[in-house]
């Protein structure tokens, strides 16, 4: 069953973090377009910036800037074609490698808030990995599956939020009161309480966004 999955991807070399983090009030997004070279280190963007010389003397300096073209300049927002440098950190590639797309990326905070359409949890599972491989923070907003077969759902949880969850239900960590404290369900699947903290709070979030709010998008 195919998933659609929203992520937050964070690396200091991830394509324009440099022009991201240093220039405030900037808003950028991939131009969505039929290439799918997984070799491809070139991209139409759409720039929101007030100041367009400044802007460019920015990618000037950004070393995941290879060159670029601007095509277009209105009302302060930009378009162009940006080819990264090879340090560049992208995960163009590996989509592509898994037969996924990305249906939508847009920068937030200090990286990229990244829309996915992936043929199964598996692939989304080397994009994790590939992730951990090259350092890049990667977190799973929310997950859910495209179609309702009537087998087992995944109700918007990853299967490492769904083994913490169960986990901490069965050794009566949601009792009242509780039967077991959270560095001890930690210790049941070796994590930190800090990681295990996360993995519930995440895990209960995207829960309740499969199950009981109605999605507007």
Known sequence: MSITTKIHIEHERLALVPTLQNLEDIAIRVITQGNTDPGSTV???????????????MLDADPTVQSYELVDWTDQTGIYYIEHTPETK???????????????????GNGWLVRLLLPDREALNTIWEYANE?????????IYGNTDTGG??????TDEQRTALTT?????YFGEPRDISLNEVADEIGLSSTAMSGRLRRGMRNLIAATIIDRKE
Do not use: M, Q, W
């Not at 087992?152 to 949880?157: A, D, H, I, R």
């Not at 901490?168 to 009566?172: L, R, V």
């Open 43 to 57: 991209f139409p963007f759409l720039i929101e910036y007030r100041d367009r010389d400044r802007l460019e003397e």
């Open 90 to 108: 992208l995960i163009s590639s590996v989509v592509t490698d898994v037969n996924g797309f990305l249906v939508h990326t847009e920068t937030k």
């Open 134 to 142: 090259n350092d890049i923070s990667l977190d799973i907003i929310e």
């Open 152 to 157: 087992e759902s995944s109700y918007g949880l």
């Open 168 to 172: 901490a239900y069965e050794n009566g």
